[in-house]
Nanobody, 120 residues
Framework: QVQLAESGGGLVQPGGSLRLSCAAS????????MAWFRQAPGKEREFVTVVNIFGGTTYAESVKGRFTVSRDDAKNSVYLQMTSLKPEDTAVYYC??????????????WGQGTQVTVSS
């Protein structure tokens, strides 16, 4: 019913920046909290950030001050601007829609993920 598509991942050097995008197939205004999670090989899926329907945001401590999430409901999209990237940020990044939460199980819809690799 709801499809999410991430884009913008790639290879970047430590200290560099990337901007991820997530486009939804349905209207997002006043409907869904939009979140980003990430998963590195051999690790559990990790909460990164969430933006609620009012634009309020919450960040994981590991990315606070470096990442910025925003939403553009006119485009049914959410974005993740990542700066000062570190090798430990390397992971597959997933967009999710649903009820606002730190827990992945609370989200009803997921994108397929986009790879972010931070390496020199």
């Amino acid at each position: 019913q709801v499809q999410l598509a991430e884009s913008g991942g790639g290879l970047v050097q430590p200290g560099g920046s990337l901007r991820l995008s997530c486009a939804a197939s349905v209207r997002t205004a006043n409907s869904y909290a939009m979140a980003w999670f990430r998963q590195a090989p051999g690790k559990e899926r990790e909460f990164v950030t969430v933006v609620n329907i009012f634009g309020g945001t919450t960040y994981a401590e590991s990315v606070k001050g470096r990442f910025t999430v925003s939403r553009d409901d006119a485009k049914n999209s959410v974005y993740l601007q990542m700066t000062s990237l570190k090798p430990e940020d390397t992971a597959v990044y997933y967009c999710a829609a649903g009820s606002p939460s730190f827990r992945a199980t609370e989200y009803s819809y997921w994108g397929q993920g986009t790879q972010v690799t931070v390496s020199s």
